[in-house]
């Protein structure tokens, strides 16, 4: 399967990684407006550097779009009219009109568009997950996620840059709005508080508390912050029948499983160290590799992508509108 990167930042890096670990997968061409960057890149991996995709578009299979998130639609766009299956990282888009003509475009073109969730591919939301849909926990009566750190560096960083960013709500609580709907189902509607720390950076959102009112009339939170001087995360969920949780140090590694139901004496802890490393990469890259091979869809969608940009909107209105919001 021969892929093409565009762009050669860092998530790029890790993809590169998992992508040269796939024996089925060869990079051959490398996208980046730097034209140094995309040289390094290729040179790293035996690939070709090209500074616009069309020109290597004759020669891949599929794309991998790693660029800031506004950026996402043309890229992706342009790649599926070609004929080419496409991995997008999150979120799908920016803008929820950006991510419908990216999912409409898949089906118009009949070719496979994956949002790069990797939290999916992790083995601790895996065993929560289990638990859940195999009845342990009964009902669900309540999820939360919890994740606090310093989510942009020193430096320069596209998350911060005026002219690309788009904000944690959209960029960063994708990835848990989507481990919500994975693991407890569909959101009905939103009440949110978003604050921005940094008067630096207006329009940069780095705080938010959401609860969410799920489809079967549980409810869900998420608290987030990139300002935290501490580093923690949480996920759980409390059912009818017992509750479970995930946790660890930092915003994504997870150190210890936990649950207790009606029918266990005690609680039971499970050691897991599932770090956030280059493994959940190369699982969802492997993923999508052989979905495209045997002419399945990927179990991360374009539509999945594109709901969980609808409830990042919800909360950014929620918030401004100061009310619920109905998804």
């Known amino acids: 399967m021969n892929i093409g990167i565009v762009g050669a930042g860092g998530i790029a890096r890790t993809h590169v990684e998992a992508l040269k670990a796939i024996p089925k997968a060869r990079i051959v061409a490398v996208v980046d407006v730097v034209e140094e960057r995309a040289q390094a890149m290729a040179a790293s991996c035996g690939a070709i550097a090209c500074p616009r995709l069309q020109d290597c578009l004759d020669k891949v299979d599929m794309v991998h779009v790693l660029t800031p998130p506004s950026t996402h639609r043309d890229i992706a766009v342009e790649a599926m009219a070609a004929g080419k299956h496409v991995v997008c990282e999150k979120p799908i888009a920016a803008s929820i009109a950006d991510g419908r003509a990216m999912v409409d475009a898949a089906h118009t073109y009949g070719v496979k568009l994956m949002v790069a969730f990797n939290m999916r591919f992790r083995k601790g939301f895996a065993m929560l997950r289990e638990v859940v849909r195999d009845g ?19 430096g320069y960083n596209w998350r911060t ?6 904000g944690m709500s959209v960029e960063s609580l994708s990835h848990d709005i989507d481990l919500l709907r994975w693991i407890v189902g569909e959101v009905v509607d939103v009440r949110a508080s978003v604050l921005e720390s940094r008067p630096d950076l207006p329009g940069f959102d780095d705080n938010a508390s959401v609860a969410l009112t799920l489809a079967n009339g549980g409810i869900a939170l998420i608290h987030a912050s990139w300002s935290s001087r501490l580093a923690r995360n949480s996920r759980g969920v409390v059912g009818t029948k017992g509750t479970a949780l995930v946790e660890g140090g930092g915003l994504w590694e997870l150190r210890e499983f936990c649950i207790k139901t009606d029918n266990m004496p005690y609680e039971t802890s499970t050691i897991i160290n599932d770090a956030f490393d280059v493994k959940s990469y190369v699982a969802e890259n492997e993923h999508f590799v052989k979905c495209v091979e045997q002419g399945r869809e990927p179990s991360v969608s374009g539509e999945d992508g594109l709901r969980a940009l609808r409830i990042s909107h919800a909360i950014l209105a929620s918030s401004r509108r100061d009310c619920a919001v109905t998804v």
């Open 161 to 166: 840059d005026p002219e690309l960013l788009c």
């Open 136 to 154: 342990s926990l009964g009902e669900v009566v309540s999820f939360w996620s919890q994740r606090l750190g310093a989510g942009v560096g020193q």
